[in-house]
């Protein structure tokens, strides 16, 4: 006869790994594009000329975006804020995961308190696309792309290979020093690379420790 306890688990672990409700799916993006000469080049705080950025060089960038889940400002202090967009609307979270411009004399600290601006807006199922942006920093590491004319798909992903990254019309990266100088360009790009990445909610955690617990108090009576 199988163990009650051991049929609980079971069952708790079907629901862990394939129940699709209980798992969240942000999508990391991989762009690709060179500098361009836009507005112009600024490298007052020299971080262009120490990584031979210039006009044509190629860069790259990865961003993980979840449309599920609130926009995130992290303080050097750890204070964590979720952000509005300016018509009082809740961002999503938007993160910048890498990118050929960091290196580690640029993204370890921030210069206005600021550790990471993870967020985009605004609420991208309207008819009017003209307002989305993204702004993500790591660091010093700013990263703005504002105008995205291009709507996500019905499963919440935009489309590789569109000529703009995002449909965007300016995309910018900005570095600043602790003195707040800063070297920043602009740039063209597209999405070469989507893929979801899969994160188990806090909800399947507790769900999980519920399983274990439930095991564990079985197995205990069974052995009185």
């Known amino acids: 006869m199988i163990h009650p306890g051991r049929i609980f688990f079971v069952v708790l672990m079907t629901l862990f790994w394939g129940g699709q409700s209980a798992w969240s799916y942000p999508v990391q993006y991989t762009l690709e594009g060179f500098v361009i000469q836009g507005p112009g080049i600024n490298d007052s705080a020299g971080f262009l000329a120490d990584m031979g950025i210039s006009i044509g060089s190629h860069v790259s960038y990865s961003i993980v975006i979840d449309l599920n889940s609130t926009g995130t400002i992290l303080l050097n202090n750890g204070t964590l804020t979720n952000p509005l ?13 890498g990118s ?10 921030s210069y206005n308190g600021i550790q990471e601006n993870n967020y985009g807006g605004n609420n ?3 008819s009017t696309f003209s307002e989305r942006w993204l702004s993500i920093s ?4 700013y990263l703005d792309i504002y105008n995205m ?15 703009w990254a995002f449909g965007a019309a300016f995309l910018r990266n900005t570095i600043f020093d602790s003195s707040g100088n800063s070297s920043y360009f602009n740039f063209v790009a597209q999405i070469t ?8 909610e806090p909800s399947t955690f507790a769900l999980f420790g519920v399983g274990l617990a439930g095991n564990y108090l079985f197995r205990k009576r069974y052995r009185k």
């Open 193 to 200: 690379k989507a893929e979801s990445i899969p994160i188990p």
């Open 85 to 97: 967009d300016v018509s009082g609307k809740n961002t999503f979270y938007a993160h910048y995961a």
């Open 138 to 141: 790591n660091g010093n590491n």
């Open 124 to 126: 991208w199922l309207t």
């Open 100 to 109: 050929s411009t960091i290196t580690s004399s640029n993204h370890l600290s």
């Open 149 to 163: 004319f291009e709507q996500p798909n019905s499963s919440g992903e935009w489309s590789i290979g569109f000529p």
